[in-house]
């Protein structure tokens, strides 16, 4: 059972979290009409083993999106912080 | 006037059951009677909005994400970053907030008749809720005033700690029947009595 | 029958002052407290206990403890049976019912015994060569005979009427295993001051100690260590609660046997839970399991392990034999001859090694044994059980034939590293002891004691107490965690090097007991390429039984490697995999059977629905009306009824589980601008407006209406289907991409009941059930909106239509969805009101062709289902970029058409497929039809489909295949507006 560290509710069960993919990655600005940039973000992923940032939205707690820190390959987990304040670590 | 009608208004009837040693460990009802409003807080709204409801709650927001505000007249859980729960039995609790919170900085919606507030107290309720919630209710880890927001055979809710041995959870009204229903089945080894609302 | 054991006048770990009855195969026996089903029918003189796997030949317990691969019994009758039960880890409890299984008539004459004639049937890969290869036809002729003749006790067909239950725990430390070396850990961690769980599967602590003499220094240790731990209020002791498996994040999921203290399913009580323990740090000491040796006909009845025979002989006061052979490759069966040497029987022991250890051999002589250095087994013979042993000196020509009547055998022990590598930690080879160890521990995981190997210390005390101390530290307890308090090493007296193929070829000697492998199936499967161990595994079914290959595992990768010339470490280790022993599918499932299996959602109407003739169907999560007797016995016949009282007249219907979402906020506007195609800050208060989403990919996400009730305040409402996904989406992109956004967003769902009222009367209707609201075309038009508190209840009212006739929707809080439901019905009585149900209301849309979660389904764009000119050209909205793909334009997409059925009566089918005239019916043809329904107005069967190419098509003749029932129907396309086209119905 992966266990998360929601920075509002306290360390939880995953099932009470939606997995919703690299967190890495950024969005272009709303209205960007830059088709390539849209294309990469919403199609080309890297897999990679090990560290990986990822979002999880705590749906069945306080319902907010978190960034969390994996390990791909251990599946052990790192620190989790609001997606609200970024990406950036 | 329309008739307010519980969403466990079919069970009313259900009997107190006796546990697997004759005795009845558990208390399983609703509790009615209160009003339920959620207040939220836009980007750059949250010291206008703490000054605006302040004198109406008669306390501070709280900080906590884990612990209850508890007056004698209400509860106040901070549910998520900008979003609180105020619960109490004034009727008109959200109109004054709302006409207290500037437009720009927040937001006040009742959530009356969303909610449905179940109550599970008695010397098994830690036990019962161990078989239903995964959440750590030791005494160091989960005093009283505590609340979680978890879920219950998959249905999310918040669990509140409000005595020795009582807790009440407000489950999602529409999904209330099931989680009632789990909840007996749940607690027959051990024994309950049933405390629902009249009808009015 | 063959005498199995001898109970002791006295000793044991067994309370005589209470004896317990059960039933074997009809016969009443007696056994006591404290006993095992295992030795309560060894003291009742059983030692045939069942049959092998494939062979059928004759077998007895291997052992005592639940790496038992023989003594597999079939427990309770009827409903209750149990088959493949150990009866080495099963607890005697009184009234027990168990019979032997995998005997054909019966286990005691086994006419199956000849499949041992015709082993090359069984030969190693037979399933797979038959499966697979050429002999595949072969199959079909030798299944019945194999059905029978294969395989162990048959299940119950009946419903289990035992209950189970799942649990949560939480706790700091773990510690798995109560030998001297868990015992000793939960002791120090306990001490530390945190919250330790003790799991032990057997109903007595103390593990290996469990082996000793009740009056020897080693029952001293174990009743202080567990008088120790008793002591400690935070030390929470679980016996027979098997950690079956062991799961990231520190989390282990245990099963509590509860079947001794005789649980009653009608009082609620569990059979079995399982608890879901997370836990902050886990210490391994699951010890140790001994090895058999491989030696002709070493799976005779009477051959057991040596640390089985003492158990039996210490635990339970049990005598097994009078003329006994031990043999062994390590010190640790030298225990088990001196103990059985002092109940007077005649003691053969036969080491392998050319020394002993000095003060062993003392003991053994003054015991009277016979010692046999550098001796090995060669062969057991006997029939129902072991009549004799050939034993060989070293490398002599000769042999020596002695008799006995029994074999108690130790191969060495390999470490229960089973739960140490669940979570992907591969084990790796200790050559020192011919077995696998645990491989480097992940954070917060430490072993203790046997478990570790040669890694172990020696002494399990002070392996113990070190790792219970770090575990504790670990999890943050600082509190002192005292001295180790003795020494214990009986442990590293049992390591061997690995076990050796003593068999002679051509005799059977077996590797895996269970699954009857010998080390000529190894052979072969090496002879054949399967050299892997994960190969072999397969092809033998090696270690595939209910045990798991606990006693074979290690001696299988040992000849395996020894076969390939190559180092045991090399060959490595099956993956081993959760449950460490066989668990119960009831206590997987717990409460979620039956009604129980998912929650479900009820509308505030739902009641109501139930009194008055309602049949629910599900719809999601949610149970909502389907149809109304009032209109006919099935939805087949009422949905005709029902959609002609909308289109003629009025009805009502619940549209509670739509999806409803307030969005509040200062940019309110600027965000559902972003988020739908459409316009949405020119909506000004008071109205509505329907509009589309997408996803990033351009692919439509959802539609819905959303209503402007204030400046900042706006109700949105989303497909039943789609309600959580979008409440999501609106959250992600205001807490990830616009957190600049002064926005709101929160779902009300569960807050109003909702409700359709809808046909040429629903104006007349409501105007008479809520006299307070002025429901003129001027006052409420078209897309207009409304708020009332009406005698305190406030209203909500929508006008808007999903059947194409005037509608309205009306929101009110959901504790008065009953009483202003039932005021509707009865102040429009006289128009003829009645409910309709969720067959009618699609069928409804379907005529007038709205797409609804059957067209939305993540494949479809705003063109394919006609929605294109929706989209705002002047603003950004999501998805914008990428619905221009090139992909997405191609005129060939199949898009969203009307079907009107050519053939008369003949009915068009959901998922049927589409094909133009000249097409060859075979393949995914042009399209498929998506919703399909009777038209009450058209009198004829309508559908909506996804075609190639779509209205491009319109008036074209189709065929609709449906292969599942072989039909073939013709259709005709058509606009998907089968209805009013204009809307005319909507403006009155």
């Known amino acids: 059972m992966l266990r998360i560290p929601c920075p509002h509710c306290g360390l939880r069960d995953y099932t009470e979290f939606l997995y919703a993919g690299d967190a890495s990655k950024q969005r272009p600005a709303h209205g960007s009409a830059e088709w390539r940039a849209w294309y990469e973000h919403v199609f080309l992923f890297d897999n990679p083993k090990g560290a990986h940032l990822e979002y999880w939205q705590h749906v069945q707690g306080c319902r907010q999106w978190l960034v969390l820190e994996r390990d791909t390959s251990t599946n052990s987990v790192g620190r989790a912080w609001l997606a609200r304040q970024g990406t950036g670590s | 006037m329309f008739e307010s009608r519980s969403a466990l208004d079919m069970y009313r009837a259900e009997a107190a059951t006796d546990g697997a040693d004759g005795r009845r460990a558990l208390r399983l009802g609703e509790i009615g009677g209160s009003h339920l409003v959620q207040l939220g807080v836009y980007p750059g709204g949250a010291a206008r909005v703490a000054a605006a409801v302040r004198p109406i709650l008669g306390e501070p927001l709280p900080e906590s994400s884990v612990l209850a505000v508890t007056t004698s007249e209400r509860l106040i859980m901070r549910i998520a970053p900008d979003q609180y729960w105020v619960v109490g039995g004034e009727s008109a609790l959200d109109t004054r907030l709302r006409s207290a919170v500037p437009a720009d900085a927040g937001c006040v919606t009742s959530l009356d008749a969303a909610r449905t507030r179940l109550l599970i107290e008695g010397h098994a309720a830690r036990a019962l809720l161990a078989r239903l919630v995964a959440i750590d209710l030791h005494p160091t880890v989960f005093p009283i005033g505590s609340f979680a927001q978890t879920g219950i055979h998959h249905v999310g809710g918040l669990l509140l700690k409000v005595g020795e041995d009582r807790y009440e959870f407000f489950s999602l009204r529409t999904f209330a029947a099931s989680i009632w229903e789990v909840l007996l089945d749940a607690a027959r080894p051990f024994g309950y009595e049933i405390s629902l609302l009249k009808s009015a | ?988």
Request: aromatic share 6%; hydrophobic share 40%.
């Open chain 3, 1 to 988: 029958m063959i005498r199995g054991g001898t109970r002791l006048p006295s000793g044991g770990r067994i309370n005589r002052a209470r004896s317990l009855s059960f039933t074997f195969e009809g016969r009443q026996l007696t056994g006591y407290e404290g006993d095992t089903l295992a030795s309560a029918l060894l003291a009742n003189g059983l030692r045939l206990v069942g049959r092998s796997f494939k062979y059928h030949r004759p077998r007895g317990m291997l052992a005592a403890g639940v790496e038992e691969a023989n003594g597999l019994l079939t427990l309770g009758i009827g409903a209750g049976l149990t088959p493949n039960v150990p009866a080495t880890s099963t607890e005697l409890c009184e009234g027990l019912t168990c019979q032997r299984q995998n005997g054909w008539p019966s286990v005691e004459f086994d006419l199956m015994s000849i499949t041992g004639r015709l082993a090359s049937l069984f030969e190693a890969g037979f399933y797979y060569k038959t499966f697979m290869g050429p002999r595949r036809g072969s199959w079909m002729f030798y299944e019945r005979f194999i059905r029978r003749a294969a395989g162990l006790g048959s299940a119950t067909h009946l419903p289990d009427h035992d209950r189970y239950e799942t649990c949560n725990a939480f706790s700091d430390v773990l510690v798995i295993g109560s030998g001297p070396a868990g015992l000793a850990a939960a002791r120090a961690a306990g001490r530390s001051g945190c919250r330790v769980t003790l799991v032990e599967q057997d109903f007595l602590l103390g593990g290996s100690l469990l082996r000793a003499p009740i009056q020897s220094p080693d029952e001293e240790l174990r009743r202080s260590l567990e008088a120790d731990v008793g002591t400690l209020p935070n030390v929470e002791i679980l016996r027979r609660t098997t950690a079956i498996g062991i799961y990231d994040g520190l989390t282990a999921v245990l099963v509590e046997r509860r079947d001794p203290l005789r649980p009653d399913p009608a009082k609620g009580e569990a059979r079995e839970i399982v608890i879901t323990l997370r836990t902050g740090a886990i210490v391994h000491a699951e010890g140790a399991i001994e090895r058999p040796l491989i030696f002709g006909n070493n799976d005779l009845p009477g051959v057991m392990l040596a640390s089985a025979v003492r158990t039996y002989l210490n635990r339970y006061a049990l005598t097994l034999g009078n003329r006994i052979l031990i043999a062994t490759n390590n010190d640790s069966a030298w225990a088990t001859a001196i103990d059985v040497a002092a109940t007077g029987a005649h003691v053969t022991l036969a080491d392998e090694r050319s020394t002993a250890n000095a003060p062993l051999h003392e003991a053994a002589r003054r015991a009277g044994i016979e010692v046999c250095l550098s001796t090995h087994l060669v062969q057991a013979r006997g029939g129902r059980t072991v009549r004799s042993a050939q034993l060989r000196i070293g490398d002599a020509a000769t042999t020596r034939w002695i008799d006995c009547d029994l074999i108690a055998m130790s191969g060495g022990w390999s470490p229960t590293v089973h739960l140490t590598s669940h979570t992907g930690v591969r084990p790796v080879h200790d050559a020192g002891i011919g077995a696998m160890v645990p491989g480097p521990w992940p954070t917060g995981v430490i072993g203790a004691g046997a478990v570790l190997g040669t890694g172990s210390h020696g002494d399990l005390l002070s392996d113990g107490h070190t790792a219970g101390t770090t575990a504790a530290r670990w999890a943050g307890a600082l509190g002192d965690t005292g001295e180790p308090q003795g020494t214990h090493q009986n442990w590293t007296t049992g390591w061997a090097k690995a076990v050796q193929n003593r068999a002679r070829a051509g005799s059977k000697a077996f590797v895996d007991f269970q699954n009857d492998v010998t080390t000529d199936d190894l052979a072969l499967a090496h002879e054949e390429g399967y050299e892997s161990l994960e190969h072999l595994k397969r092809y033998t079914t090696l270690g595939m039984g209910t045990d798991q290959g606990k006693t074979s595992n290690a001696a299988a990768a040992q000849l395996m490697a020894e076969l390939r010339g190559i180092d045991p470490a090399v060959t490595g280790s099956t993956t081993y995999r959760p449950p460490y022993t066989p668990v119960s599918v009831g206590a997987l499932a717990g409460r979620s059977i039956g009604e129980h299996f998912r929650p479900t959602r009820r509308t505030p109407m739902h009641d109501w629905h139930l009194a008055n003739g309602a049949t629910m169907i599900e719809a999601g999560p949610w149970l909502r009306p389907y149809f109304y007797a009032w209109a006919g016995a099935s939805a087949a016949s009422a949905y005709v009824p029902e959609m002609t009282m909308v289109r003629t007249g009025v009805g009502i219907s619940d549209i509670s589980s739509l999806g409803k979402i307030e969005v509040q906020g200062p940019d309110a506007a600027e965000f559902l601008d972003r988020i739908y195609v459409n316009n949405f800050a020119s909506l000004p208060v008071g109205k509505a407006r329907y509009g589309v989403m997408l996803n990033d990919d351009g692919i439509v996400l959802d539609d819905g209406t959303t209503a402007r009730f204030s400046e900042f305040t706006y109700f949105m409402t989303t497909t039943t289907a789609q309600a959580g996904e979008v409440m999501s989406r609106l959250e992600f992109l205001l807490q990830t991409a616009w957190t600049d956004l002064r926005v709101q967003v929160l779902s009300v769902t569960d807050r109003w009941a909702g409700m359709s009222v809808a046909g040429p009367l629903s104006r007349q209707a409501l105007t008479l059930a809520l006299p307070g609201i002025d429901f003129s075309n001027d006052a409420l038009p078209h897309m207009g909106i409304c708020e009332h508190a009406i005698e305190g209840t406030l209203v909500r009212v929508l006008r808007l239509s999903f059947s194409g006739e005037l509608a309205y929707e009306v929101y009110v809080p959901a504790d008065r969805g009953i009483a202003i439901w039932e005021t509707i019905l009865e102040q429009a009585a006289p128009l003829g009101i009645r409910p309709y149900g969720l067959e009618a209301l699609a069928s409804l849309r379907i005529e007038k062709g709205h797409v609804a979660g059957l067209e939305l389904d993540h494949r479809t764009t705003l063109e394919d289902l006609g929605l294109a000119k929706l989209a705002s050209r002047k603003k950004a909205f999501v998805g914008r970029e990428l619905k221009e793909r090139a992909e997405l334009k191609s005129p060939d997409r199949w898009s969203l058409v009307g079907l009107e059925c050519l053939d008369g009566d003949a009915r068009l089918r959901g998922g049927a497929i589409l094909f133009s005239k000249e097409d060859a019916i075979q393949g995914h043809g042009r399209g498929y039809i998506t919703s399909v329904t009777w038209s009450t107005v058209l009198k004829k069967t309508i559908a909506l489909a996804l075609y190639s190419g779509g209205l491009r098509h319109e008036g074209e003749e189709i065929v609709c295949a449906y292969p599942l029932r072989n039909e073939q129907v013709r259709a005709r396309i058509v606009s998907p507006m089968f209805i009013d086209p204009s809307g005319e119905r909507l403006h009155v």
